[in-house]
């Protein structure tokens, strides 16, 4: 089992940014992943970001490549989501989630935290 805890949400004006937190505890792998979704309303849960836990390879939505960027700290066992230069468009709840698979498949992954709300207004 894995328990994720996303922190960081908030409301930001367009160009800002934002700092998003994942705390992870219970069985992490030097092979997990941990990914970043998020999902709008009315819309479908879509993959933003996801890190290995070991090593530190990265992937990005297309999206979001060069505004965001994905970290983790070891140590402290958190995955961190830097969004920069942020818009009205990245207007959502922010997920979270683990899986042992390298994949950006919302299915792919086992593990999801509750969410965090980010708000962009224009």
């Known amino acids: 089992q894995v328990q994720l805890v996303e922190s960081g949400g908030g409301l930001v004006q367009a160009g800002g940014s934002l700092r998003l937190s994942c705390a992870a505890s219970?069985?992490?792998?030097?092979?997990?992943?941990v990914g970043w979704f998020r999902q709008a309303p009315g819309k479908e849960r879509e993959f933003v970001a996801a890190i290995r836990w070991s090593g530190g390879s990265t992937l990005y939505a297309d999206s979001v490549k060069g505004r965001f960027t994905i970290s983790r700290d070891n140590a402290k066992n958190t995955v961190y989501l830097q969004m920069n230069s942020l818009s009205p468009e990245d207007t959502a709840v922010y997920y979270c989630?683990?899986?042992?698979?390298?994949?950006?498949?919302?299915?792919?992954?086992?593990?999801w935290g509750q969410g965090t709300q980010v708000t962009v207004s224009s």
């Open positions: 989630a683990a899986s042992p698979r390298a994949t950006i498949s919302r299915e792919g992954y086992d593990y």
């Open positions: 219970g069985r992490i792998f030097s092979n997990t992943r």
